[in-house]
């Protein structure tokens, strides 16, 4: 289709949405007002509905978080084999999930008085086998060469992208149900950093937003939807982090300095999350990973920024106060 063609394909289907969308002279699809406000009450009308369930698995942490993740590494890979298949990619995802539940188990191992060395070698096991078996699976199921080690890369980043992040969720919150432990307060403060971050990147963007970020990955993003996200991000870590618990039985005891810088690290991790998904989406031909979260797309959606940010808030509470119990 020309350019030309393009455009005006744009603009008729704008009109046929009442108007919701309208064709940049650059190409670029502009979303009105109205239907702006709409998604995003939608998205709102998610996040009531999710948070209580998060909150929950917070809450209990142990074997409750364990099956919450277990489901959520599930379809988060389905969802990534549905993005790939749109792309005609056809990787054994079943290894990357298989090794994803290894590592869940060896965080939940780990909270269970598992010696570290053994727990070491048990995840090199794990590795090494991804490693192996995904070699040999390509190796024996393919007759054509074409495309094999692209799948087998992708079996590995999988594995890595999904799965790997979700045991720190487990190692960060631990085995103690209840609010009176540090793990309770370190992912309740992960997951309001990261909504904070979303949320107001998204709203200083929209009002704000001048400067593109990344507009070859995810043309929406500006550098001042960025500087709005991480300003609230820095605000959610205080409050979390400081506020929060000198007023509650949470003890998480975090200087305010440490807390100022942990939320920017958060919001830099969190937008790379972001990116990275977009890239992933825009790579695959897909606008969203999946339709699980009206409003936010697939899990993946929902997930992206978390994904990288609670590596970021695990190893900087684990420096300084040791991992949860």
Same mark, same amino acid.
């Given at each position: 289709?020309?350019?030309?063609? *393009?455009?005006?394909? &744009?603009?008729?289907?704008g009109a046929k949405?009442?108007?919701?969308?309208?064709?940049?002279?650059?190409?670029?699809?502009?979303?009105?007002?109205?239907?702006?406000?709409?998604?995003?009450?939608?998205?709102?009308? @998610? %996040?009531?509905?999710?948070?209580?369930?998060?909150?929950?698995? &917070?809450?209990?942490?142990?074997w409750?978080?364990?099956?919450?993740?277990?489901?959520?590494?599930?379809?988060?890979?389905w969802?990534?084999?549905?993005?790939f298949?749109?792309?005609g990619?056809?990787p054994?995802?079943?290894?990357?999930t298989?090794?994803?539940?290894?590592?869940l188990?060896l965080?939940?191992?780990w909270?269970?008085?598992?010696?570290?060395?053994?727990l070491?070698?048990l995840?090199? %096991? $794990?590795?090494s086998a991804?490693?192996?078996?995904?070699?040999?699976?390509?190796?024996?199921?393919?007759?054509?060469?074409?495309? *094999?080690?692209?799948?087998?890369?992708?079996?590995?980043? @999988?594995?890595?992208?999904?799965?790997w992040p979700?045991?720190?969720?487990?190692?960060?919150?631990?085995?103690? $149900?209840?609010?009176?432990? %540090?793990g309770?307060?370190?992912?309740?403060?992960?997951?309001f950093?990261v909504?904070?971050?979303?949320?107001?990147?998204?709203?200083?963007?929209?009002?704000?937003?001048?400067?593109?970020?990344a507009?070859?990955?995810s043309?929406?993003?500006?550098?001042?939807?960025?500087?709005?996200?991480?300003?609230?991000?820095?605000?959610?870590?205080?409050?979390?982090t400081?506020?929060?618990?000198?007023?509650?039985?949470?003890?998480?005891?975090?200087?305010?300095?440490?807390? &100022?810088?942990?939320?920017?690290? &958060?919001?830099?991790?969190?937008?790379?999350?972001?990116?990275?998904? *977009?890239?992933?989406?825009?790579?695959?031909?897909?606008?969203?990973?999946?339709?699980?979260?009206?409003?936010?797309?697939?899990?993946?959606?929902?997930?992206?920024?978390?994904?990288f940010a609670?590596?970021?808030?695990?190893f900087?509470a684990?420096?300084?106060?040791g991992?949860?119990?």
């Amino acid at each position: 289709m020309s350019e030309h063609a *393009s455009r005006v394909h &744009v603009a008729r289907r704008g009109a046929k949405a009442g108007r919701s969308a309208v064709a940049e002279p650059s190409g670029e699809v502009k979303v009105s007002p109205l239907a702006w406000l709409a998604t995003l009450s939608q998205r709102v009308l @998610s %996040a009531l509905v999710l948070i209580p369930i998060v909150i929950a698995l &917070v809450w209990f942490g142990g074997w409750v978080a364990f099956a919450g993740a277990l489901i959520t590494l599930a379809v988060a890979m389905w969802e990534l084999r549905q993005m790939f298949a749109h792309k005609g990619w056809r990787p054994p995802l079943i290894l990357s999930t298989l090794a994803g539940v290894a590592f869940l188990l060896l965080a939940e191992l780990w909270h269970q008085g598992v010696a570290p060395l053994r727990l070491a070698l048990l995840a090199g %096991a $794990a590795i090494s086998a991804l490693l192996m078996v995904s070699a040999a699976w390509l190796i024996l199921t393919r007759w054509r060469i074409e495309g *094999s080690v692209r799948d087998w890369a992708l079996v590995l980043a @999988s594995a890595f992208y999904v799965g790997w992040p979700l045991a720190f969720f487990l190692l960060l919150r631990g085995n103690q $149900a209840g609010p009176e432990t %540090a793990g309770f307060g370190w992912l309740l403060a992960l997951f309001f950093m990261v909504w904070a971050n979303d949320t107001f990147a998204l709203l200083a963007g929209h009002y704000f937003g001048r400067h593109k970020l990344a507009p070859h990955v995810s043309p929406a993003k500006t550098w001042e939807g960025f500087a709005g996200g991480m300003l609230f991000t820095v605000i959610a870590a205080l409050v979390f982090t400081v506020l929060l618990p000198a007023h509650t039985t949470i003890p998480l005891h975090v200087a305010w300095g440490h807390a &100022v810088v942990l939320g920017v690290l &958060v919001a830099v991790a969190g937008t790379i999350g972001d990116l990275a998904e *977009s890239l992933l989406k825009r790579d695959t031909g897909v606008k969203d990973s999946g339709t699980i979260v009206p409003g936010h797309g697939g899990i993946l959606d929902r997930m992206d920024s978390l994904l990288f940010a609670v590596l970021v808030v695990f190893f900087y509470a684990a420096i300084l106060q040791g991992i949860p119990a």
